[in-house]
């Protein structure tokens, strides 16, 4: 099944689907409200994000707490970082560090 990319109005989804309107239902299935501006068949059947593109020295471990904030916030990156604020009782800086290391890591 052939690796697909689909990018909202507010996200970029990666996921494996039979053909294009596959993958387009399924995005339109997990962010119904957003516009699809690209859905892009991938040539490789794996994604890759180089860590140290992303500047992650290999020090920074996922985190289940901010993984589980942005779960529940359905990618809603400010939605994810009020609940772990109200999760861990951390301030406002370490929150978004938190939740932003985690959307990098590709939570």
């Known amino acids: ?49 180089s860590k140290r593109l992303l500047g992650l020295d290999g020090s920074v471990e996922p985190c289940d707490t901010a993984r589980d ?11 994810a970082i009020r609940l772990y604020m109200l999760d861990t009782g951390v301030d406002l800086h370490e929150a978004q560090r938190a939740i932003e290391t985690n959307m990098s890591l590709g939570w």
Not at 33 to 38: M, P, Q, S, T, Y
Not at 69 to 79: N, S, V
Request: some cysteine.
């Open 1 to 49: 099944m052939p690796l697909f990319e689909i990018e909202t109005n507010a996200h970029i989804m990666v996921g494996w689907a039979d053909s294009n309107s596959t993958a387009q239902a399924l995005a339109k299935e997990h962010y119904p409200d957003e516009d699809i501006v690209r859905i892009t068949k991938r040539p490789r059947d794996i994604w890759v994000i």
């Open 69 to 79: 904030c942005l779960a529940r916030a359905h990618g809603d990156k400010l939605h």
